[in-house]
T-cell receptor, first 115, second 114 residues
Framework: DAKTTQPTSMDCAEGRAANLPCNHS???????VYWYRQIHSQGPQYIIH???NNETNEMASLIITEDRKSSTLILPHATLRDTAVYYC????????????????FGQGTILTVHP | DTEVTQTPKHLVMGMTNKKSLKCEQH?????MYWYKQKAKKPPELMFV???????INESVPSRFSPECPNSSLLNLHLHALQPEDSALYLC?????????????FGSGTRLTVV
């Protein structure tokens, strides 16, 4: 799987947009970008994923650059409940490969939303 | 039902004890996973079950023994653990093991080995 690089921590004011960057410069053409978050003392929660097009759901938007070497997760109106560790994961899709079926977490970004 | 339920939520066990962690889902998911998470670290994959068969073992010591009795249930049997095995054990499930499938995680069992 391609390696991802995320800032260790970020702050955001409540009500403002939180933009969390992720660098995945070694991503290959058929790898997807996934975002999960983990609120303290809970299990990780799936947020969104994409291949090359921008994606939006009820939780967030995912913007993937044209060269796919980086992406940004956008929480449009951050609340205190969005304080969590956010993980950007790039995943190998090919069946039968050694990474097939694996979801491997990196260090993530600690997002703190302030009042 | 859109949840993964893990029991117990907390477990304290001695190094000579045998205990089991239980994970259950009723979403019709056919892939289930065990992860281990130490404090302030990301979750680490331990085992993957696909259609009730073990498909990935990430070189986990034999004192951890997974079992998948049916498509809804996943157990992790623990025996002769060490204090360094103390961690949050997370179970997850997904529709399959393919790339398009997001995982649903349980809240975990916090294990302390004394």
């Amino acid at each position: 799987d391609a390696k991802t690089t995320q800032p260790t921590s970020m702050d955001c004011a409540e009500g403002r947009a939180a933009n969390l960057p992720c660098n995945h410069s070694t991503i290959s053409g058929n790898e997807y970008v996934y975002w999960y978050r983990q609120i303290h003392s809970q299990g990780p929660q799936y947020i969104i994923h994409g291949l090359k097009n921008n994606e939006t759901n009820e939780m967030a938007s995912l913007i993937i650059t044209e060269d796919r070497k980086s992406s940004t997760l956008i929480l449009p109106h951050a609340t205190l409940r969005d304080t969590a560790v956010y993980y950007c994961i790039v995943r190998v899709p090919s069946a039968g490969g050694t990474s097939y079926g694996k979801l491997t977490f990196g260090q993530g970004t600690i997002l703190t939303v302030h009042p | 039902d859109t949840e993964v339920t893990q029991t117990p939520k907390h477990l304290v066990m001695g190094m000579t004890n045998k205990k089991s962690l239980k994970c259950e889902q009723h979403m019709g998911h056919r892939a289930m996973y065990w992860y281990k998470q130490k404090a302030k670290k990301p979750p680490e994959l331990m085992f993957v079950y696909s259609y009730e068969k073990l498909s990935i073992n990430e070189s986990v010591p034999s004192r951890f023994s997974p079992e998948c009795p049916n498509s809804s249930l996943l157990n992790l049997h623990l025996h002769a653990l060490q204090p360094e095995d103390s961690a949050l054990y997370l179970c997850a499930s997904s529709i399959g093991t393919g790339v398009d499938y997001g995982y649903t995680f349980g809240s975990g069992t916090r294990l302390t080995v004394v």
